[in-house]
């Protein structure tokens, strides 16, 4: 008798549900994206401290995100040239150079990706100049886990916001051309 695939999809995700690799809210939302063909978002985690880039990595991956990490600017840059990112966390005092200086490249190289700076040194000058440059949101070290999500939900709502609205906007222009058309066919129909 042939249990089909529901039965085949529970009989092989019930190992992973009871593995300790995932936590509670994480493993019902890998299921629910796993079973309708959604990938997890991508995070490229750019600081020089170890310690730091582990911490992040330890507590985004918890949370179901995928991680990469980055311990100069030239790594972040290589990277973000050959990988997709939902969005970076950037240190804003790197070893190699300023995490701002970061943010106009990524402008260039991925527009889409979400920019966060996080810096020990808070003054209004970084802020305005991390914002002026490109940065969507801008946290103080000592970083709260809770305050890390909480933003980093955030943009990433807000990133899904505009590639729906790009992909509405896109529909409609195509949709006005192709009326556009059709009444020029009337027009110039043969009588």
Not at 154 to 168: I, V
Not at 171 to 187: A, C, G, H, M, Q
């Amino acid at each position: 008798m042939d249990k089909g695939w529901f039965h085949i999809f529970f009989k092989s995700i019930i190992p992973l549900l009871h593995s300790n690799y995932y936590h509670a809210k994480s493993k019902w939302q890998f299921t629910i994206k796993w079973v309708i063909g959604m990938t997890d978002p991508k995070i490229l985690v750019i600081d020089d401290d170890k310690s730091i880039r582990k911490i992040f990595r330890i507590n985004l991956e918890e949370e179901g995100y995928i991680i990469d990490l980055a311990e100069s600017g030239e790594e972040a840059l290589r990277k973000v040239e050959n990988q997709r990112y939902n969005l970076a966390l950037i240190d804003i005092k790197l070893g190699d150079m300023e995490g701002t200086d970061l943010l106009e490249s990524f402008q260039e190289k991925a527009p889409q990706m979400k920019k966060i700076i996080v810096t020990g040194f808070p003054s209004l000058q970084n802020a305005i100049q991390a914002l002026n440059r490109g940065a969507d949101a801008y946290i103080l070290k000592p970083v709260k886990i809770d305050q890390l999500l909480e933003i980093i939900e955030e943009q990433l709502r807000k990133q899904q916001e505009e590639k729906e609205f790009s992909e509405e906007k896109m529909s409609r222009f195509i949709e006005d051309r192709v009326n556009e058309l059709e009444t020029i066919k009337e027009y110039y129909k043969p009588i």
